[in-house]
């Protein structure tokens, strides 16, 4: 970034993802309605980018199929301009083939990319929820046995899948290992910069939310890329602001959303994902900083533009 953009931090919202399950809070968006809900009111809070995850509206479970996303992604596109970043991580339980589709039907701007294979433990959660109305979120949570796959031919196969449709990544990276895979894809000639690049602190299985470890990664990072990526950051649970504030110090973006965290504060349940871009906001403009527009994340992340997705 240069000139006008040096102050500019780009708020990534993921608004439902596939991690934190209907009991949990009655906040949480299912329904395409609710997702796309979501999204304009985090868009209009100062997100740049939406970063989208569906779900069955009958019980809540992760939906990685192209018809579960048709519905939100429309009411997004007519309601606002920001920029639609779809998940192909989807769920750890799904295939390859499943994850990648909705970026391949679609065609959005960005689309984020696990870059490497790591147990995930969301077992963890169980300390604080006890009771579900879905049977299959106890069983996914209490799951010890999971490793999220993400091996070479897997990370390999979204990239060529999605070659043609000039959509650029915003790579996941879990731990320092991700980062040196993501070299190696650098270097293969397989993606180009500038790399958009989110270090993701505090899952049960990935570095964790110190901020040595935030320091780490961004450490790794400039050696291995220098001037060739964006940096943003999000952290799990009661670590998001605080990972946020870490990275926003340091010149980095920053991504919020109930994906991530539930919470507003100790104790106290997120009402909206809007109202974490507000306290995301009110960090970085307390620094002296910017929040970046759509058309200034377009820039930053050199995006195709909105005009040229599929939906």
Known sequence: ??????????????????????SMSPHLPVTAQEIADAAIGAAEAGAAIIHLHARDPQDGRPDQTPEAFAPFLR??????????????????????????????????????????????????????????KHQWEADYLANKDIVFRNSFADIEYILTTCAENDTRFEFECYDTAHLYNLKYFLDQGLVKPPLFIQTVFGIQGGIGSHPEDVLHMKRTADRLFGDAYRWSVLGAGASQLRVAATAA?????????????LWAGPGRLA??????????????????LQVATPEEAREILSLKGGDKVAF
């Open 1 to 22: 970034m240069a000139g006008k953009l040096d102050r500019k931090v780009v708020i990534t919202c993921a608004v439902t993802g596939a991690i934190h399950t209907p």
């Open 75 to 132: 009411v997004i596109k007519q309601r606002s301009d920001c920029v639609v970043n779809l998940t192909t991580g989807g769920a750890p339980t799904m295939t390859i083939q499943q994850r990648v589709a909705p970026a391949a039907t679609f065609k959005p701007e960005v689309a984020s990319l696990n870059m490497g294979s790591m147990n995930f433990g969301l077992f963890g959660m169980l300390n604080r929820f006890k009771t579900f």
């Open 249 to 261: 110090a340091m010149g980095g973006n920053v991504r919020v959303g109930l994906e991530d965290s």
């Open 271 to 288: 009402e909206s994902n809007a109202e974490q871009v507000r306290l995301a906001r009110q960090i970085i403009e307390g620094l002296g």
